[in-house]
């Protein structure tokens, strides 16, 4: 492909889009006409039109903007002139002639373990504009001067090549992809459709990124010699991981200790020594994020090196540290994107580290709860002695420290980085008085109720950490599911209303179709939708949940919701959702994995003709019941496809007069603190 073909695809990508949502508009605006001629205003066509009306807002309204708006570089680091620095500016303009291209207006040192371009260009990126240059302050440390000349050369043999033309134009036509996915909905019809789109868009546009790098690469290897280019390529794969390494060890000293940015470099400088460093190599990425990398796996780009024997310039002449080129190398770290980084490393690591603490608990005998609940009931019967065994040589105060921290980080809270101080955690822009709550919970087990208090004060969700010996805050009971028995046919009569929902939840890889919180709320609210089908209950028209009837049910696990319900005082279902949600959804993961009917792939099917059946004869049933929150929980489209289009529209029109599917609608739309 030539470089005016290249630089126009973008622009023939983004016209594709536009043809494809505006078509789509015009489809749904016919048939939501033709609805309101054959049913006389009724039915579905006033969803319809709406549905027309907002792809056709979303379509227009994000590409007006992003289109308009003028790009911004992304700034960040610290500016280096030449006065500052003549050695690099020297080399960038030795190399810029060489690649036969004009240098950048701007060299910045940023805080990452990479280099890159950038250039304002105009027209989504067709007409040239003021140039940039970022380099990596980690690479200074990692390479030799012939190494980084090799970086150099690649990111000029982008400009050389007018790669950033087509990256501009890239970014942001997909921008208006992503933007219109988000306005219209991800799990509408045209979101779909747009989803489809944006991958066909994301695969079109990463073919080109990476023939662009290997045409990058003979640019470098022509300026600065094969051997360099090729060495330059492993070290910084090594640099990279060396980077991440650094950022997390950091980011665990900094919650106790500060540092400087020279100590954070000679770290980093001795992870690249250490002999035990893993070998150049591929990134470590996940097989799915691998096909979605910017750049040709290694092994190609070396072969392509390889090819281009007779462009070089002869072996490596200087073996000097490449941060020799800088007077101050360590300086640019003092940026706030250094901060960003590393206070978005903190939140990373301090979940892993959480989740390490949680795998701990679970291994003592006696733990019916998963997460910070789990560890807290641990503290409050003094078996802190045992928790600390479990998690093996790490410091039991500092991972209840970033467990509780990473439960208020979900809530709002971040943490703060600041040189030569300890990480602090903010939450309303005050700082958290965490450490001493934890250290003194983990030494006294009388101290846990004073920690559960201050985290539930912060807005952490009760079912977190408020202490199960409370009356109906025990472990909700899984029960029994009928097993099927050999010649026995399935039948959805032997579930529940949450396993049901579940059944629909689940994709075919084992994933969630929706995010769990969402799922979540979803089970909740079946199971009040079950009690309240038993007579149990009822919902008010304001949503407040009654409890009709506290006698048991005979199954083990709606009695153990409704002993929860009598135990508490009235609340909202909105609340009583975002309370119950975690455990039952833990639970009714636990009653389904016990089942062997589940193992039918008939069960989702008996229950979607159910459903139909439903909509035609009762609306009070337990299937028009499931049906509602399937369309709450924004599983309709799953369960019922494209060609049930129809039917989960009129879904949509019955639940929005069903409370419990409101109030699941509400819970996921809004963060609602828990009364305490």
Not at 31 to 59: D, I, Y
Not at 331 to 344: H, I, K, N, T, V
Request: net charge neutral; glycine share 10%.
């Amino acid at each position: 492909m030539g470089r005016m073909g290249r630089s126009m695809l973008p622009v023939l990508l983004l016209a594709g889009f536009y043809v494809l949502g505006f078509g789509l508009v015009a489809v749904l605006a016919w048939l939501g006409g033709w609805l309101w001629l054959a049913f006389s205003g009724h039915g579905p066509a006033h969803e319809l039109g709406t549905l027309a009306v907002a792809t056709a807002l979303g379509l227009v309204v994000p590409g007006w903007r992003i289109l308009r708006a003028r790009p911004e570089p992304p700034l960040g680091g610290r500016a280096v002139d030449e006065h500052e620095a003549p050695q690099l500016w020297a080399q960038v303009r030795e190399l810029a002639e060489l690649a036969g291209t004009r240098p950048p207006e701007e060299i910045r040192l940023v805080a990452v373990a990479n280099a890159y371009v950038w250039e304002e260009g105009r027209l989504l990126g067709l007409r040239p504009g003021r140039r940039q240059l970022y380099l990596g302050v980690p690479l200074l440390w990692a390479l030799t001067v012939d190494g980084l000349r090799a970086v150099l050369a690649h990111e000029l043999g982008h400009y050389a090549n007018e790669h950033t033309h087509f990256g501009a134009g890239s970014y942001r036509g997909m921008q208006v992809v992503l933007r219109t996915i988000g306005a219209v909905g991800k799990s509408t019809l045209p979101g779909v459709l747009f989803s489809g789109y944006a991958r066909l868009y994301l695969v079109a546009s990463l073919a080109v990124r990476r023939q662009m790098e290997l045409e990058a690469d003979a640019v470098a290897v022509r300026a600065a010699g094969r051997a360099a280019v090729g060495d330059a390529l492993r070290d910084t794969i090594r640099a990279s991981a060396a980077w991440e390494r650094a950022l997390a060890g950091y980011a665990r000293l900094a919650r106790t200790d500060g540092a400087t940015p020279r100590g954070v470099l000679d770290y980093f400088a001795a992870l690249l020594d250490e002999r035990s460093a893993p070998p150049p190599g591929e990134p470590d990425l996940p097989g799915w994020l691998a096909k979605f990398d910017l750049h040709p796996p290694l092994q190609e780009r070396l072969a392509a090196i390889a090819l281009l024997g007779h462009a070089d310039r002869g072996p490596a002449v200087d073996r000097r540290p490449a941060a020799a080129l800088v007077p101050w190398p360590a300086e640019p770290l003092r940026s706030s994107d250094f901060d960003e980084q590393a206070e978005r490393v903190a939140r990373s690591v301090a979940a892993m580290d959480a989740a390490a603490l949680y795998a701990a608990a679970r291994r003592l005998p006696c733990v019916l709860r998963h997460g910070l609940g789990s560890v807290l009931d641990l503290l409050g019967e003094g078996r802190a002695g045992e928790l600390q065994t479990a998690l093996g040589d790490n410091h039991l105060t500092e991972f209840v420290f970033v467990a509780a921290a990473t439960e208020l980080v979900h809530v709002g809270a971040r943490w703060q980085h600041r040189w030569g101080e300890p990480l602090r955690l903010l939450h309303d822009d005050e700082v958290v008085e965490l450490w001493e709550a934890v250290e003194a919970a983990v030494r006294d087990a009388g101290r846990v109720g004073s920690l559960r208090k201050l985290l539930l004060a912060r807005g952490v969700p009760e079912t977190h950490v408020a202490a199960w010996s409370r009356p109906g805050l025990y472990a909700l009971d899984a029960g029994v599911v009928f097993r099927v028995l050999p010649g026995y046919e399935p039948s959805t009569k032997s579930l529940l209303l949450p396993d049901e929902l579940h059944i629909f939840a689940v994709d075919r890889s084992g994933g969630y179709r929706v995010p769990s919180d969402a799922v979540g709320a979803g089970l909740a609210a079946a199971a009040l939708a079950e009690l309240r089908l038993r007579g149990q209950l009822r919902v008010e028209d304001d949503g407040d949940v009654v409890v009709l009837d506290p006698a048991p049910t005979g199954d083990r696990f709606l009695d153990s919701v409704l002993s929860r319900l009598t135990a508490s005082p009235q609340r909202p279902a909105y609340q009583w959702l975002q309370s119950l949600g975690p455990d039952v959804l833990d639970t009714v993961k636990r009653r389904l994995e016990a089942s062997r009917l589940l193992d039918t792939p008939d069960t989702a099917r008996q229950s979607r003709a159910e459903i139909r059946r439903a909509m035609d004869r009762d609306l009070d049933s337990r299937a028009a019941a499931l049906a509602n929150l399937l369309w709450a929980t924004e599983l309709a489209g799953p369960a019922f496809g494209f060609a049930g289009l129809p039917a989960r529209l009129y879904v949509g029109h019955v639940a929005a007069r069903d409370p419990l599917a409101m109030a699941v609608r509400h819970t996921l739309s809004f963060t609602v603190p828990l009364p305490h």
